[in-house]
């Protein structure tokens, strides 16, 4: 759409279409500051549903010994890959791990997202997936707060992540563990609203990945589950049977497995930077997922082995270019259905009324030229919870290489808050709509 208009109030959207429909619904409030976009492409803020952002230490050695022909799975039997992680992050204290989760989090906020999944995973002991989850939990609130990033934090509990090294060898008796233990441990505390899975050879089979799913379906959580990243494991299957939200990965997955997805309404969450990085010949099906009806949704999969980098737009590039998905679909998937894929559809990741108002203007004037323009920062103003948190106003984004290193909370000049009152109350639910597995009406559009 050209010439739109979104307006919100206390960080809500109350109305998005047409500027002079969304004028004649609203009326501003004395205080209400108004964002000009000056013809640039306008979407939803960035929804990332999958990460593993809570982490100490990089792993550059292993990158190194992966161009030179070592495998992934490889390095993780011989006690690196994820477990490397695990020293570092068994060493880190919470206050450290918090430190690094809050750079990230700006440095994502900068690159347009507004939501973050963040999954622990680099404890595999109690204390410590408890320290990563309090970790994640106070970032959340530092996000929250007058002070933070306005993004909003979802976190999901992945003990089950790899084997540790005390239990090498007794996959089962470690998953045993994770069902009895630790999920209704993580449960009491309420530090997280997801349990994941990674069901992978030398991780956890179908039969473990079943027992912690089923733990945390017990105990409250939403499930989620690593799937057939490398081999196929059926672990697609999986997520339908046990109601999952989502199904991560599926770069293996035959198409034999999507009617299953579909049919349980589990969200297709692709992530196909980690298998440009892990350098693997196949990727995620997209079309023939999106042609049977599952709602595909991507995720940058930020994490310190499989694929480092933080942002969406590029992981969009690679849809397209990788996977064949259109300008239209990448967007849809890393916005809307990235929401369902977190239980948040219709609450985030789209510019309807009731949901959160953020909202990202590019320096660009349309939709294609956000994946197009492969590895540019383009994110212009990013606005979450209703607030201007990054701008590049007044710079000349194109001729400027350096971004904005300030964190204004004041809005700048020439920009502010789009905030009106609504002249009607707006709904006070969001819409039980579907994710969709095609472009949206009102994402990518101009205004
Ligand atoms: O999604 N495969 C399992 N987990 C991550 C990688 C984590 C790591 O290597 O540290 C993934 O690829
Ligand atoms: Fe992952």
Redesign the pocket.
């Given at each position: 759409m050209r010439g739109g208009a979104v307006a919100a109030f206390r960080g809500r959207i109350v109305a998005a279409g047409p500027e002079a429909e969304v004028l004649a619904a609203v009326e501003p409030t004395p205080d209400a500051t108004v964002v000009d976009a000056e013809g640039r492409l306008v979407t939803p803020g960035l929804v990332d549903c999958?990460t593993?952002l809570c982490?100490a230490g990089w792993?550059a050695e292993e990158f190194r010994m992966r161009i030179e022909g070592r495998d992934?799975l490889e390095i993780?039997k011989a006690g690196g890959?994820?477990l490397q992680?695990v020293r570092a992050t068994r060493e880190a204290t919470e206050d450290e791990l918090f430190d690094s989760l809050r750079a990230r989090l700006l440095e994502l906020l900068r690159l347009g997202t507004t939501t973050v999944e963040v999954k622990s995973?680099?404890g595999l002991d109690l204390a410590t997936e408890l320290k990563q989850l309090r970790a994640i939990r106070r970032a959340a609130l530092w996000a929250a707060s007058p002070e933070g990033t306005g993004q909003e934090v979802v976190a999901t509990f992945l003990g089950a992540?790899?084997v540790p090294p005390e239990f090498a060898g007794r996959a089962r008796e470690y998953a045993e563990l994770v069902a009895r233990e630790m999920i209704p441990a993580v449960a009491r505390e309420s530090l997280a609203e997801f349990v994941d899975v990674?069901c992978?050879d030398g991780?956890f089979g179908p039969e473990e990945a079943r027992l912690v799913l089923e733990a945390g379906r017990r105990a409250g959580l939403g499930r989620k589950i690593?799937a057939d990243?490398v081999h196929h494991l059926g672990g697609a299957r999986i997520a339908a049977e046990l109601g999952a939200v989502s199904a991560?990965?599926l770069a293996v997955t035959p198409p034999g497995d999507f009617a299953a997805l579909r049919d349980s309404g589990t969200v297709a969450c692709l992530?196909p930077a980690?298998s440009f990085f892990?350098m693997k010949p196949r990727h995620a099906a997209a079309r023939e997922l999106i042609a049977a009806g599952v709602p595909v949704a991507l995720g940058t999969?930020a994490?310190?082995?499989?694929?480092p980098g933080f942002s969406l737009p590029l992981v969009m590039s690679l849809a397209c270019l990788l996977l064949r998905m259109t300008p239209e679909e990448a967007l849809v998937a890393a916005t809307r259905n990235a929401a369902f894929a977190l239980g948040r559809g219709g609450r985030a990741g789209s510019l309807e009324p009731g949901a959160r108002a953020d909202i990202v203007i590019w320096d660009c004037p349309a939709l294609a030229h956000l994946p197009y323009r492969m590895g540019a920062n383009l994110a212009h103003t990013v606005i979450a919870a209703g607030r201007v948190r990054v701008s590049r106003a007044g710079r000349d984004a194109e001729t400027s290489p350096r971004e904005a290193r300030t964190f204004p909370r004041a809005a700048v000049p020439g920009l502010s808050q789009a905030v009106a009152p609504p002249a009607s109350p707006p709904r006070s639910g969001p819409p039980a709509s579907r994710p969709r597995s095609g472009p949206g009406d009102r994402e990518g559009d101009r205004r």
């Open positions: 999958h593993h982490f792993r992934y993780l890959g994820i992680t995973g680099y992540h790899a990674f992978e991780a690593h990243e991560d990965h992530l980690t892990l999969d994490n310190p082995g499989t694929q």
